[in-house]
């Protein structure tokens, strides 16, 4: 079955300004699209088609930015209606999860230096932060879906640490495996991570396995967060269950 397609987006009224720049993926079922942006890492939301994806990418800028302000990150701008298609590529099965799973041939094999390479690390660092933030506030059960099923807090927290040290092998970070209380250990490998991003960033050598820096960052991100904002949307405290 030929794949369908995952789009590139931008601002319109700033085509070449990589900050606005964007893409969409579409399974190969064309059971959902998944809209990202290249330059803002994590800022990637689903829909069962392109144009709900970008809509719902777009309600999420100010949660988005709340992430970003813990590092001091510029905001992504309030006018975002000037968004149009650009690039179209292929997508995969795993974008019918719901999940952006490719890279952009151009884009993301382009190096990361100087601010740019900063600012990177500091959205990693935020959506740590923000993580971590959320799950000391959210109650350890959380709302289950329509037929029960759902991790609460302490399982969806071991499954983001448990994914990450997947991604992060790609820029060659091979972490233990860490409990989920071991402030230590995941400060560990916080660091080896930031460390890896920077290294690489700088030198533009070759990762040791597939991925580029940039997907590597922007899948790691996005999925901290898209749990995150799970977190706070199944938060069942101050609610009575029935």
């Not at 995952?6 to 699209?33: C, F």
């Not at 799950?135 to 807090?153: I, M, N």
């Not at 700088?202 to 749990?227: E, F, I, N, Q």
């Amino acid at each position: 079955m030929p794949g369908r397609c995952r789009t590139r987006i931008s601002a319109r009224r700033r085509v070449h300004d990589r900050h606005d720049s964007g893409g969409d993926e579409r399974g190969p079922k064309g059971k959902r699209a998944v809209a990202y942006a290249i330059e803002w890492p994590g800022w990637s939301r689903w829909g069962k088609i392109s144009q709900d994806a970008i809509d719902a990418l777009i309600a999420y800028r100010d949660r988005y930015n709340e992430v970003l302000t813990l590092e001091h990150v510029r905001h992504i701008p309030a006018d975002t209606s000037q968004l149009e298609i650009v690039q179209t590529v292929p997508g995969s099965a795993t974008t019918d999860f719901g999940a952006p799973d490719k890279a952009f041939e151009v884009e993301d094999d382009e190096p990361l230096e100087g601010t740019g390479l900063q600012r990177v690390v500091r959205i990693v660092r935020a959506s740590w932060t923000y993580l971590d933030q959320t799950a000391s506030t959210v109650s350890e059960k959380l709302q289950k879906g329509p037929r029960g099923g759902g991790r609460d807090r302490s399982k969806m927290l071991a499954h983001v640490l448990e994914a990450e040290r997947s991604y992060v092998r790609f820029i060659g970070v091979k972490s233990a495996a860490m409990a989920i209380h071991d402030m230590k250990a995941i400060d560990e490998h916080r660091d080896a991570v930031t460390a890896a991003i920077e290294r690489y960033g700088k030198t533009g050598d070759a990762l040791p396995k597939s991925w580029s820096l940039r997907y590597c960052v922007r899948r790691m991100v996005w999925h901290t967060l898209d749990h995150a904002w799970e977190m706070q949307d199944k938060d069942l405290t101050g609610k009575v269950s029935s």
